[in-house]
């Protein structure tokens, strides 16, 4: 296990989406996390068209006020997590929905049934807009298992999620396809994608024992810390 890792993807946020249920919820999924590494979660509740990011600020204002309390040697900041729809390039330039802390990083989901054609032309106009779009765990959407198709994908603009426990085990097939993305190079971030204490709490040191096995510390680090620091600090990640 290394210290000093960034969450770039969970639902830590209370009474949002169907992540924590209450602020105790939150506080177990911090300090779980923190016992994993971690030293920062940017918080990504899903995004909805409904929903006020002024009530997501508020939200997260108190997120930090009570980590501070709780002592536990986490910080935070504030995203969202937002399925791909035509204009939402426009919402982001308007602030209707967030990048991740600030950056022009922005964690973009699609259906686990969009073509292949759909999920590229999506992120290649976030991309031409000027965003820097990363695709939340893409080992869920079946089109991207095609030889050939992360590495467009990736030359449209996009950067690569997978979550942390679909590197767990060896059985499924997207286990195998996400473990060799990432040896060979094609995975820039991980996420935590956590829920609730009951509902996918932050599981990790399975799939940071293997990374450091196959790849060595530095590429755990990478991942967990370096590539991810890109996003905090609104630089371009190098593809
Ligand atoms: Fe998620």
Known sequence: ??????????????????????????AFLASEAASQGFRHIIATPHFSRKADPSSLLEKYA??????????????????????????????LDQGKALTLAGSR??????????SFTA?????????????????????????????GRLEEV?????????????????????????RRQ??????HFLGTDMHRKDYRPP??????RWIEKKGGEKLLRRLMIENPRCILENRILKQ
Not at 7 to 21: C, K, N, Q, R, W
Not at 203 to 208: D, F
Request: glycine content about 10%.
């Open 119 to 147: 999920i590229l032309r999506g992120i290649r106009q976030l991309a031409l807009r000027g965003y820097l779009p990363v695709v939340a765990h893409a080992e869920r959407y079946g089109c991207l298992y095609e030889k």
């Open 182 to 187: 990432l040896l060979e190079g094609r995975v």
């Open 154 to 178: 990736i030359r449209g603009g996009g950067y690569i999620q997978v979550n942390y426990t679909s590197l767990e085990g060896l059985l499924r097939p997207e286990v195998r396809w996400c």
């Open 1 to 26: 296990m290394i210290e000093g890792g960034i969450d770039i993807h969970s639902h830590i946020l209370p009474h949002t989406d169907d992540g924590a249920v209450d602020w105790e919820d939150t």
């Open 105 to 114: 990083y922005v964690l973009t989901e699609f259906s686990p049934e969009d």
């Open 203 to 208: 599981r990790t040191l399975e799939a940071q």
């Open 62 to 91: 108190n997120l930090v006020q009570k980590g501070l309390l709780w002592r536990i040697p986490v910080r935070f900041s504030l995203g969202q997590e937002i399925r791909y729809f035509e204009e939402m390039a426009d919402w």
